[in-house]
């Protein structure tokens, strides 16, 4: 099973492109601070991995427009391997996290700016899945018009 769960700030504004085939799709590539904590001398002190992440289709679409530089999501994908050869010759080996779910962290009010997300989650699950709006109570709306897709009535 290859199965990553992350929480941390994102280090930079994600950078998206869109690839340039009959069907454009985003890729957005950010990088996480993610605390880990650490015995020192029976001393706990804490430091921060760097993790690379890339958003594929919708999800890199959510990651262009709520996405930026020090917020906090809690994110779920998987982790993929390659390598190329630079121009010198040499083999580069890479390791990303391809996201799959992305959800804030934390309120907008929590990181001192004001307001609210109206945004809380997104899925890149290839159901149709939608954005999820946050509402007071941590109840989420239901637009209108997806009765069709709910497992309920």
């Known amino acids: 099973m290859n199965k990553v769960i992350l929480m941390g700030r994102l280090t930079r504004d994600p950078e998206v492109r869109y690839s340039q085939n009959d069907t454009s799709m985003a890729i957005a590539r950010f990088s996480l601070a993610v605390d880990r904590r650490r015995s020192q001398n029976n001393q706990d002190s804490q430091t921060a991995d760097f993790i690379n992440i890339v958003a594929f ?4 679409e959510f990651a262009e427009k709520y996405l930026h530089k020090g917020t906090k999501v809690a994110l779920t994908g998987r982790i993929q391997t390659g390598s190329y050869t630079n121009k010198d010759g040499v083999k580069i080996y890479t390791t990303d996290i391809v996201a799959e779910d992305i959800e804030f ?35 989420t709306n239901i637009p209108e018009g997806i009765d069709e897709d709910l497992p309920f009535n």
Request: aromatic share 10%; charged share 15%; hydrophobic share 20%.
């Open 57 to 60: 289709g919708r999800l890199g």
């Open 105 to 139: 962290a934390e309120s907008k009010n929590a990181q001192g700016q004001g307001g609210d997300y109206s945004q809380n989650s997104f899925n890149n699950g290839g159901n149709g899945s939608s954005f999820a709006d946050s509402t007071p109570g941590d109840f």
